[in-house]
């Protein structure tokens, strides 16, 4: 098929080959941890046997070496193919190690040895399965940019208090990274700074990390997206990492939100494409009635047609964006991004946003009305992606009430601080 993704490099190939090969037993799992709103811990051996856990990890440490966004976001739409909850988890966890992988590169050019080899020592546990990371800005009330849970400094280290919501991969993760309030205090920020976020990531096993078991959702159930408490929790000092101005873009945050969040959509790109894989099947059957085939059927063949156009739009748009990245992360390999450029490229991304969730709820409506009645039982697939399908444009940053304002902000060069 012309519009179908394909890998733009070496390392994507590896990688997205990884995730084709676990598509049909994430299938068969998919249906079960939804009935039952719980995550398979089986999905992630193989998540760990096929590699897929590593794939951002350098090649001589046992990673694929993944660079290109592009590559990423095809991988996930392959793992959304199987189970989207899986697809979400993966992606959470691939985010946090990316950014493990840039920064031990940037270590490795600074004199700061003690991070380089505490970064080498992640990835051989990542490696091994000892670690695998659920990630959380999301808290009741408020947004990514103003995180209300805090980090206190204190003797020696920190104390965290707060509480997040939607940590999915939670249950089966090892570790939870982070965003943190840290309030302009003499002792924390010298210059009479204002008020900073922080970075953390921390073992979800320490003393006073209580996670909720709450996840009952609508959708993607088997994805383990629980609330977690942090109560009095002590962290060492060197831990807590600076990346921004409390409320206030900066170039860095703007192009975290970017590249964590973008490749969450080819998870619904790929649910958009089982949904129609499933109505393609249902069409062609041939059905033990008086009728005939699905597939003979004028109402029935426009569909599918309109099916066809949204899922090639789809898949041109992610395809497109993930280029885009790939090609503006090549621009500034080697220099600051200058804050309006970081607000284009997330301009772009909101723009692909609203058409892949848009689309992706679209085909999989469709895909309802060519499977028929039967498409709203429980025990048909069809009924679990149509609930899955509906978390995409929840996704952060920008609901789909504010994402139009923020791109026509951008357009009209209004580059908003917060
Ligand atoms: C299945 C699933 C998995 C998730 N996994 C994770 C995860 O692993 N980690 C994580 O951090 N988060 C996760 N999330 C959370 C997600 O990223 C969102 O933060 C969360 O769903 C809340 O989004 P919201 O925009 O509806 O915000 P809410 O705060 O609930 O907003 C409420 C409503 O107010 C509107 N609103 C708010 N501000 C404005 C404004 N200025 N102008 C107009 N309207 C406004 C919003 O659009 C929305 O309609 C997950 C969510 C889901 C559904």
Redesign the pocket.
């Known amino acids: 098929m012309s519009y179908e993704l394909r890998p733009r490099t070496k390392e994507g190939e590896s990688f997205i080959e990884a995730t084709e090969s676990v598509i049909k037993i994430l299938r068969d799992r998919a249906d079960n941890a939804d009935k039952k709103s719980i995550v398979n811990v089986h999905n992630l051996a193989d998540m760990l046997s096929s590699g897929i856990i590593g794939a951002f990890i350098p090649k001589n440490f046992g990673g694929f070496g993944l660079t290109s966004i592009h590559d990423w976001m095809v991988g996930i739409s392959r793992l959304g193919q199987g189970d989207g909850?899986v697809a979400?988890?993966v992606n959470?966890h691939l985010a946090v190690s990316r950014g493990m992988m840039e920064t031990w590169n940037a270590s490795k050019k600074s004199t700061n040895k003690k991070l380089t080899k505490k970064l080498e020592l992640q990835f051989e546990q990542i490696i091994s399965g000892n670690m695998f990371l659920?990630?959380?800005?999301?808290e009741?009330?408020?947004?990514?940019l103003h995180p209300f849970t805090e980090a206190t400094r204190v003797q020696d280290g920190w104390i965290i208090n707060g509480k997040?919501?939607?940590?999915?991969?939670?249950p089966i993760a090892s570790h939870v990274a982070?965003n943190l309030l840290i309030r302009n205090k003499k002792e924390t920020t010298p210059n009479n700074e204002e008020d900073v976020i922080g970075a953390v990531i921390l073992p979800l096993e320490t003393k006073g990390v209580i996670t909720q078991d709450d996840w009952q959702?609508m959708?993607?159930r088997g994805?383990g997206?629980q609330s977690i408490f942090f109560e009095n929790v002590f962290i060492p000092e060197d831990i807590v990492r600076p990346i921004g101005q409390w409320g206030k873009w900066s170039s860095g945050l703007l192009m975290n939100r970017n590249l964590a969040?973008l490749p969450l959509l080819g998870a619904f790109l790929g649910i958009a494409e089982h949904a129609y894989e499933l109505a393609l099947v249902a069409a062609k059957e041939k059905p033990k009635s008086i009728r005939p085939s699905n597939m003979e059927l004028p109402g029935i063949q426009h569909i599918i047609g309109e099916m066809e156009i949204s899922i090639s739009t789809t898949r041109a748009m992610v395809g497109q964006m993930g280029q885009i990245t790939d090609d503006f992360l090549k621009k500034y390999k080697n220099q600051k991004i200058p804050i309006e450029q970081a607000h284009e490229l997330l301009k772009d991304h909101q723009s692909m946003k609203w058409v892949v969730n848009r689309n992706a709820i679209d085909i999989v409506n469709k895909a309802l009305d060519v499977v028929g009645g039967s498409g709203y039982l429980d025990k048909n697939t069809i009924s679990r992606l149509y609930r899955?399908v509906r978390?995409g444009?929840?996704?952060?940053?920008?609901?789909?009430?504010?994402a139009r304002?923020y791109i026509g902000k951008v357009v009209l060069g209004i580059y908003p601080e917060n």
Do not use: H, R
């Open positions: 909850s979400l988890m959470m659920c990630a959380t800005a999301t009741i009330g408020t947004d990514n997040k919501i939607f940590v999915t991969g939670s982070m959702a959708g993607m994805s997206s969040n899955d978390a444009p929840f996704m952060q940053p920008y609901a789909p009430s504010e304002e």
